[in-house]
């Protein structure tokens, strides 16, 4: 069936250090995928992206990797600052399919 | 920034009562989702809706759920007897791309709903 999960379900690092979070999917006829962030009291919020072509992505601060040898995702937040602090998800969708499958969220601390 | 907005942001109903929770997505978007969260639990996908019918649904989104684009700005989501279960935050969320085409879906803040 389809699976999306992550290894941890918190994490909490220093300010300044970089920040690694993973997500496990199950479903290999998935071919794009999203990290979210959601801050408290707030809806999910798009971070970056990447299709099932690549292997990595990179924006500003942050960079998606993909493993599609072993269905496995990671975030990278460079410098982590007090305000991504949040919980993390990532999402998976099939080609066709209208469908996001969230994971279950990693909560990220992020101690001054 | 544009955005999407949702009412009401909490809403407590008796079960078996009959509730509307309202989205405002952006205008020029074309695609429109209802997701939920149960309280510590994963977002779950409820229902897709394109070109005023309903793309895709979960199995979650059974008989007892329907959605609606009464007007050129709202889209609702109608739960004609609430259960228990039902209490979750529902977040609505648009975009101007199809999912599959790598469109980005913007998220409301959510409709906190309580079945008591």
């Known amino acids: 069936g389809e699976s999306v999960g992550l290894h941890l379900p918190t994490l909490s690092v220093q300010e300044g250090d970089n920040s690694i979070i993973n997500c496990a999917y199950s479903?290999?006829?998935?071919?794009?995928f999203i990290w979210y962030k959601q801050e408290s009291g707030k809806g999910p919020q798009f971070i970056i992206d990447i299709r099932s072509n690549m292997d990595k992505r990179q924006g500003q601060r942050v960079t998606v990797l993909l493993n599609k040898t072993v269905k496995h995702l990671s975030l990278q937040i460079a410098a982590t600052q007090p305000g991504d602090s949040a919980v993390y998800f990532c999402?998976?969708?099939?080609?066709?399919?209208?469908?996001?499958?969230f994971g279950k969220g990693t909560k990220l601390t992020v101690n001054p | 920034e544009p955005e999407v907005t949702q009412t009401p942001s909490h809403q407590v109903t008796q079960m078996g009562q009959e509730v509307i929770l309202r989205c405002v997505p952006i205008?020029?978007?074309?695609?429109f989702y209802w997701y939920r969260q149960i309280l510590g639990q994963k977002v779950e996908f409820l229902v897709s809706?394109?070109?005023?019918?309903?793309?895709?649904k979960s199995e979650i989104f059974d008989d007892q759920f329907s959605v609606e684009r009464p007007d050129g700005s709202n889209f609702t989501l109608k739960i004609r007897s609430t259960k228990l279960e039902d209490s979750a935050m529902y977040f609505c969320?648009?975009?101007?791309?199809?999912?599959?085409?790598?469109?980005?879906?913007?998220f409301g803040e959510g409709s906190r709903l309580t079945v008591l």
């Open positions: 999402a998976e969708n099939q080609g066709g399919s209208e469908k996001l499958v």
């Open positions: 479903n290999s006829a998935s071919d794009y």
């Open positions: 205008s020029n978007h074309l695609y």
């Open positions: 809706f394109y070109n005023n019918e309903i793309s895709e």
């Open positions: 969320a648009s975009s101007d791309l199809a999912v599959t085409n790598t469109g980005e879906l913007f």
